[in-house]
C-alpha cells in the first residue's frame, strides 16, 4: 500500500473528524484530503496537488501560512519558558503585552482587561460565566437569559451550541439549553418581503426582538450575542441601520451586547474591528482565529470598564471567581499572537484588506450578478459569499439545500480552489487570506467561474 493510502486508512479507522458524516468517512465515499505543507495562501496535500486556500483554513490564517518570523517566535519563546500557568498571580511577559495591545490598539474604546482560552467556542463559555456572575453580583439573579440569532455561529459546546441558532447544532444533543433564545437573522435578500425596504426589513427585525424582550420580561435578559457579520450562518453583512437600531433596544433595557468577533477581528473586514466597522459599542468581545492566524489556538474574552467593574466588585465581596482553563495566557500562543500583530501591523494587512477587498467584491459582482444561478452576491472587505439559487427570478432556493453549493466548492478543488460551502442555503463562501492580491483575486474568481459555470450546465440531476 502506497504511504498515502495507507495514511487515509488509518484516518478512516482511528481519527474522528468535526461536522463529518461517520458512515461517509469510513466506507470512503467522502474523499480523503490529508494536507501536507503550505506557503502563502497555498496549500499541498499529500497526493501533491496545490490549491489556493480561498477560505483562509476557517477564515483564521488571516497573515497566510507557513511564516519564518512565527516559527521563529513560538521556538524561542518555547525555548525560554515553554508554558506557565497564569492562577494565583502568576504571569507571564508575552500574555501581558498581548493584553496592554489588544486592549490599546485592537478593540473598541472602553474595554479594560483580557481573559484567555483556546477557542471560540471557549471563549464564548467563558462570556456566558461572566455575565451571570456580573448579573449574580448585581443581585439580579432571574435576568440570566441570553439572546443570540437564528442562523448565527458562537461555538458547539453544549452552552454554546445552544446560542448557535443552527438546529443541526442542536437536534442529536438535546439542545439548546433551556435560558437560551433566539431572534431573527437579518436576512434581507431571503426574508425581504417583496416591496419591502431594506430600512422597513430592519425595522421589522427590530420590532421581533422588541417582542421577545417583552414576552419574556427584560428583567429576565441578560444579555444578546451578535457576529458584527454573520459568518457561518451565511456571510451575512447586516443591512444599513441594523446594529445602531439592535444596539438602542439593548440599551433601553439593560441588555449586555457581547461582540462575537471570532471571524470579524484583525482585519477580516478591511477594519481592525467588526464593532469599529459598524460602530458597535459592546461591553464584552470574544476574539480567536485571527488572534494568532491559527498558528496556534489562543482565544480571549475582552472585557468592558462597565462589567469589569462590577466583577472586580463581585470579587471583593465574594473571593476569587472559580472560572479557569490550565492554558489561559499561554505564554507560547501569547507569543505567536504577538509576532502574528507585528505582522498585520507592519504589511498593513488591514488596509490591505480593504483595498483588495473592494476589489474582491467588485470582481464578484461583475462576474456573477447576471449570472442564471447566481441570486446575490454580497460580502465586505475580504469576506464574501454567492448564493445560488433555484429561480433567482421568484427568489427560489433549492428544494434540499447545501448540495448545489457544495458542487461548485467540490467543482472549485477540482480546479485548485478551495472555497467553503455554508450556512442552511446555497452559500459559497470566500475568506482568503489578507495578503491575497489583486492578481490572486483575479485568479480565484476565474476558477470560481469554471465552476459554477460547470454546475450550472449541469442542473438536471439537481
Ligand atoms: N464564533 C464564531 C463567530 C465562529 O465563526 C466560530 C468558529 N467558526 C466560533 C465562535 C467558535 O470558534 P472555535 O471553532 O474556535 O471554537
Known amino acids: 500500500m502506497n504511504p498515502l493510502d495507507a ?35 497555498r496549500i499541498e496535500d499529500h497526493a501533491g496537488r496545490t490549491y489556493i486556500d480561498g477560505f483562509a483554513g476557517l477564515y483564521c490564517v488571516n497573515i497566510g501560512y507557513g511564516r519564518e518570523e512565527m516559527a521563529e517566535a513560538i521556538a524561542a519563546q518555547t525555548r525560554e519558558l515553554s508554558f506557565y500557568h497564569t492562577y494565583a498571580g502568576f504571569s507571564n511577559g508575552p500574555a501581558v503585552e498581548l493584553s496592554r495591545r489588544l486592549i490599546e490598539d485592537w478593540s473598541p474604546p472602553g474595554m479594560r482587561k483580557v481573559y484567555y482560552g483556546m477557542s471560540g ?12 456572575y456580573y448579573q449574580n453580583v448585581l443581585g439580579r439573579p432571574r435576568k440570566k437569559k441570553l439572546i443570540a440569532r437564528q442562523r448565527s455561529y458562537h461555538g458547539s459546546g453544549v452552552a454554546t451550541g445552544s446560542l448557535t441558532g443552527q438546529p443541526k447544532f442542536h437536534a442529536a444533543f438535546d439542545l439548546p439549553l433551556p435560558q437560551i433564545l433566539h431572534t431573527a437573522c437579518p436576512d434581507f435578500y431571503r426574508d425581504g418581503r417583496d416591496g419591502e425596504s431594506e430600512a422597513g426589513f430592519v425595522a421589522r427585525c427590530v420590532a421581533e426582538l422588541e417582542q421577545l424582550i417583552d414576552r419574556e420580561g427584560a428583567d429576565t435578559i441578560a444579555a444578546f450575542f451578535g457576529e458584527p457579520v454573520m459568518g457561518s450562518g451565511g456571510l451575512l453583512p447586516p443591512p444599513a441601520g441594523y446594529w445602531p437600531a439592535i444596539q438602542a433596544v439593548l440599551r433601553r433595557h439593560d441588555i449586555l451586547f457581547v461582540a462575537d468577533e471570532v471571524v470579524c477581528g ?19 468581545i470574544s476574539v480567536a482565529k485571527g488572534l494568532t492566524s491559527g498558528y496556534l489556538p489562543l482565544s480571549g474574552v475582552i472585557v468592558g ?22 492554558y489561559s495566557g499561554h505564554p507560547v500562543c501569547a507569543a505567536a499572537a504577538l509576532t502574528n500583530l507585528d505582522i498585520i501591523e507592519r504589511e498593513q494587512l488591514v488596509g490591505n484588506a480593504a483595498t483588495v477587498g473592494t476589489y474582491l467584491q467588485a470582481q464578484l459582482h461583475a462576474a456573477f450578478d447576471d449570472h442564471p444561478l447566481v441570486g446575490n452576491v454580497r ?10 439559487m433555484a429561480d433567482k427570478g421568484a427568489r427560489q432556493g433549492f428544494a434540499a439545500p447545501g448540495k448545489v453549493s457544495a458542487r461548485v466548492a467540490q467543482a472549485a478543488l477540482r480546479h485548485g480552489l478551495i472555497l467553503r460551502s455554508l450556512g442552511m442555503h446555497d452559500i459559497v463562501g470566500f475568506a482568503p487570506p489578507l495578503i491575497v492580491s489583486k492578481a490572486d483575486v483575479d485568479e480565484i474568481v476565474a476558477i470560481t467561474h469554471r465552476a459554477v459555470d460547470e454546475v450550472a450546465g449541469d442542473r438536471d440531476d439537481d
Not at 470598564?305 to 490550565?326: F, K, L, N, P
Open 7 to 41: 495514511l487515509l486508512q488509518a484516518d478512516r479507522r482511528h481519527l474522528m473528524h468535526p461536522g463529518t458524516h461517520a458512515h461517509d468517512h469510513a466506507s470512503g465515499e467522502l474523499t480523503g484530503r490529508v494536507m501536507r505543507r503550505a506557503a502563502g495562501i
Open 121 to 132: 467556542s471557549d471563549a464564548n463559555d467563558t462570556q456566558i460565566k461572566l455575565i451571570r
Open 266 to 284: 484583525f482585519g477580516r473586514l478591511g477594519s481592525r474591528t467588526g464593532c469599529a466597522h459598524y460602530g458597535i459599542a459592546p461591553d464584552l
Open 305 to 326: 470598564e462597565r462589567v469589569w467593574d462590577v466583577i472586580a466588585r463581585g470579587s471583593r465581596e465574594q473571593g476569587a471567581m472559580s472560572h479557569g482553563w490550565t
Open 379 to 388: 460580502g465586505v472587505g475580504l469576506l464574501a459569499a454567492l448564493e445560488l
